[in-house]
């Protein structure tokens, strides 16, 4: 059994700081997937929550509603987009053949994303509990899944942020 010294520790822990940024980055592909169907799925399965009585006097009939929904399949779009890029990247980064630093902005604005969605699922679950007709079980378990992706893409961050360091120290 090789024993770990100070030379080949440092490699040791780029190669575990790459496995977790290949693995994380393939989870992050498959989270933006699974949002993209989430958000569709709320909205077919509750359309009040885009279309609000003052958003009913702006739209009139069918064209307006198709507007909202290609705004929406925008918003959408640009999110999963987001997603795909961090995921491939981070994969990219992962497998040691390109570094790129802007998607770690993304990864920030990805952690902010969901800690916003957590903190306001919580409180709209908090909210209702008074009141047992309107208790959305949906809630807990959108923050649930927001604070673990949250965690998940900071552990990206951080991952991507400690090979950088330790190849700029010249190890590597």
Not at 35 to 42: H, K, Q, T
Not at 61 to 75: K, S
Not at 97 to 104: A, C, D, E, L, V
Request: aromatic letters at 8%.
């Amino acid at each position: 059994m090789p024993v770990i010294t100070a030379e080949n520790d440092i490699p040791r822990k780029i190669r575990k700081y790459r496995d977790t940024l290949y693995i994380i980055g393939s989870g992050t592909i498959a989270l933006g997937i699974w949002n993209a169907v989430r958000i569709f799925l709320m909205v077919l399965n509750s359309p009040q929550i885009l279309i609000t009585p003052r958003l009913t006097e702006v739209i009139n009939g069918v064209p307006g509603i198709i507007v909202l929904f290609l705004v929406t399949a925008a918003v959408v779009g640009v999110l999963l987009s987001i997603y795909l890029f961090v995921g491939r990247k981070a994969r990219e980064e992962g497998l040691g053949r390109k570094k790129h630093s802007f998607y770690i902005a993304f990864i920030v604005l990805l952690i902010l994303f969901h800690a916003v969605g957590a903190i306001s699922s919580g409180i709209a679950f908090f909210g209702s509990i008074g009141e047992p007709e309107e208790v959305n079980l949906s809630h807990p378990v959108s923050v649930i899944v927001d604070v673990t992706a949250a965690v998940t893409l900071a552990e990206m961050l951080v991952s991507a942020v400690k090979i950088r360091v330790y190849e700029r120290n010249g190890v590597g």
